[in-house]
């Protein structure tokens, strides 16, 4: 079978991969061991959050699918940080998973040229001449799918190893067979690989919970989409509810902590950092008498509900007891246990910024097998994936975001200039620039490059130029000569917001504006004098990234860098000094040596590179 992109794995980066392969026009085949394993969500039953949230809004500008599908599927959505400024608020909500799946499917089987082929991938093919230029892979049942680009996404099915108390064996997720052909492949090939480890909580039969004895948490009541191309959430929202640990359930944990393989000594590898198991949460913060527990309906109308934060890898007998020592849960029935999942993953600093590897041309890694943690990280990774497989086909340069840009950009650039050694998960406080990346913004900043990617149609970008319009005319009145500038000067001062203003015109403005638009504007005027003092860096900083770096810098010639960067240099070649500083190990100090020595003449006789002064 021939494809121009192949991509293996349908969770959350395959499907954004896909979909931006075939939106590129390129015939696009997506692997996945059944159609059914589309889009699962393998832990928790919610999209977004702070800084997830950001990244779905920047996937949707780019015209990816995650934050439409969750519009659709989503059942109780709430903007995070309301009190604070634009800047940090971002949207959350919670999503019927089997909903989720079947929208996401939809939507890929309605993508012209992508085509879902059912298999289980086991080995990388290569072009004739070694390994260094993919061709395309083949199947566990012998088919074979050339392509000249191939992005993997097999999130943690990588040998993975699901451990419950002294229980343990291999697993991709709990009923799913592992990936160990592909690993195997990948590992031959000299890629730089490591293990991490997550987990996910037990899931209780509904009607077996008294739900009388919980906090109740409603959603908002003015819904805010995800998708800037969804005008209004119109389904009925779902609560929530809050339990508690108690101290009976914390001696339980610690009773059993031997059971556990952490703590056991069993297993070694690193968690995320930020989604603690419950055990521990109680060896950690032992003097907290109680730890807070979302009880989550996994969908309108099953039966499962999903225990935010009592993630857990002790055995299923003390998992019952756990449960029994909970108000409200006490005697609920457990239709699935929690439990931990090992995994490989390839070290990031492994790829270039466009999420190609370094070592084989064509072949491209995507989400949680790069080393991050969660389905936003993931889908965020899987469209820049997407998009750049299929520039590569089109022998077109690539596609690259920057810090300033993007909470993309962030991911991107965090993960393949430092690696990493946790499950990587994105914060607002990665982003020097957040200030400049606020949610309603995404389609400002990203919707332009989408288009001439040809990732957006005429009708979502005839709405964009709309709204750029209305926005540009609401702050010429703001800023207008008539009123000597007083609106914009007043909507900067704290407290003070587009409609305060507009009741102290006493005059209408000349667009009634959205919600998103108001935040925007708020956004734009209230940072205006940051906003200004970053865009000055960043054009220092982007003014020397672009210097060039001869093709065949002796790098050997510099004095004072390591054997180690005049290898790696020397080996990976980046084309400009900005490229250069993204490649792990390399400092300031060996950039600025660089800096100096690739800006200078060669001496014709020696073909030394003559530094200044010389
Ligand atoms: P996945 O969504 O895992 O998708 C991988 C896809 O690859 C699947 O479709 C699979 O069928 C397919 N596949 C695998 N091997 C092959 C092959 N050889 N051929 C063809 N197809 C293949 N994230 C959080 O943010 N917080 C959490 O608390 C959390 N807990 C988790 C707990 C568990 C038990 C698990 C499994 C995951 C958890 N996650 C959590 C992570 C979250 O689920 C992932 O980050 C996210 O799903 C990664 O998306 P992905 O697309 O990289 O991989």
Not at 156 to 168: A, K, P, Q, Y
Not at 291 to 306: K, S, V
């Amino acid at each position: 079978m021939k494809f121009d992109v192949v991509v293996v794995g349908a969770g959350h980066a395959g499907c954004e991969a896909a979909h931006a392969s075939a939106r590129s026009g390129l015939h696009t085949a997506l692997v996945v061991p059944t159609a059914g394993a589309v889009a699962r969500m393998s832990c928790n039953p919610a999209i977004g959050g702070l800084a997830k949230g950001h990244l779905v809004r920047e996937i949707d500008a780019l015209g990816g699918l995650m934050g439409r599908v969750t519009d659709e599927a989503g059942i109780q959505f709430r903007l995070l940080n309301r009190s604070r400024g634009p800047a940090v608020q971002a949207p959350r909500a919670q999503t019927d998973k089997a909903e989720y799946h079947e929208v996401m499917l939809r939507l890929l089987r309605a993508t012209p040229g992508l085509e879902i082929v059912e298999g289980m991938a086991d080995a990388l093919r290569f072009s004739s001449g070694g390994q260094g230029r993919i061709s395309g892979l083949s199947l566990s049942d012998g088919r074979v799918l050339e392509a000249q680009a191939v992005v993997i996404t097999t999130g943690t099915f990588l040998r993975g190893r699901i451990h419950i108390g002294r229980e343990s064996f291999p697993a991709g997720r709990l009923g799913e067979a592992p990936s160990v052909d592909l690993a195997l492949s990948l590992e031959g090939l000299g890629f730089e690989m490591g293990r991490l480890k997550t987990g996910t909580p037990p899931r209780l039969r509904r009607d077996t919970i008294d739900f009388s004895r919980f906090e109740l948490q409603e959603g908002d009541s003015d819904p805010v989409p995800f998708s800037f191309s969804t005008t209004e959430i119109k389904t009925t929202q779902v609560p929530c509810h809050i339990a508690y640990t108690n101290e009976n359930t914390h001696a339980i944990i610690r009773e059993r902590l031997h059971e556990s393989p952490m703590f056991s000594g069993r297993i070694s590898s690193v968690g995320p950092r930020y989604c603690p198991s419950v055990e521990d949460k109680v060896v950690r913060f032992a003097d907290r008498l109680r730890h807070q527990i979302f009880i989550e309906p996994e969908g309108r109308t099953t039966d499962e509900i999903y225990l935010n934060g009592l993630s857990t890898s002790l055995s299923r007998e003390s998992q019952r007891l756990m449960i029994d020592s909970i108000d409200g849960l006490a005697g609920a029935c457990i239709l699935r246990p929690g439990y931990a999942i090992e995994y490989d993953f390839v070290q990031p600093t492994e790829l270039r910024p466009t999420l190609e590897s370094w070592r084989v041309d064509g072949l491209f890694l995507a989400g949680q097998i790069d080393g991050t943690t969660g389905y936003e990280e993931a889908g965020a990774l899987g469209i820049v994936a997407g998009i750049n497989a299929a520039l590569k086909v089109k022998r077109a340069p690539g596609f690259v975001l920057g810090r300033h840009e993007a909470y993309i950009g962030v991911l991107v650039d965090d993960l393949v200039s430092r690696g990493t050694r946790e499950p990587y998960r994105m914060f607002t406080s990665r982003a020097e620039y957040r200030l400049m990346l606020g949610i309603e913004s995404a389609d400002e900043r990203l919707t332009p490059h989408a288009r001439s990617l040809g990732l957006v149609d005429d009708q979502t970008w005839e709405r964009f130029r709309r709204k750029q319009d209305r926005v540009g005319r609401y702050m010429s009145w703001l800023g207008s000569a008539e009123k000597g500038g007083a609106l914009l000067t007043r909507l900067a001062r704290p407290g003070e917001s587009t409609d305060s203003i507009e009741l102290a015109a006493h005059a209408a403005p000349p667009v009634r504006l959205s919600v998103g638009e108001r935040g925007l504007i708020e956004g734009k005027v209230k940072y205006r004098g940051y906003i200004e003092q970053q865009l000055g860096e960043i054009q220092r900083v982007a003014r020397d990234g672009a210097r060039k770096i001869p093709p065949g810098f002796d790098y050997g010639r510099v004095p004072g860098l390591s054997t180690e960067i005049v290898e790696k240099l020397g080996r990976l070649r980046p084309a400009t000094l900005g490229e250069a500083a993204r490649v792990s190990g390399v400092t300031p100090a060996a950039l600025a040596l660089i800096r100096v020595y690739a800006q200078r003449p060669v001496n014709a006789h020696s073909g030394v590179q003559i530094p200044a002064g010389s």
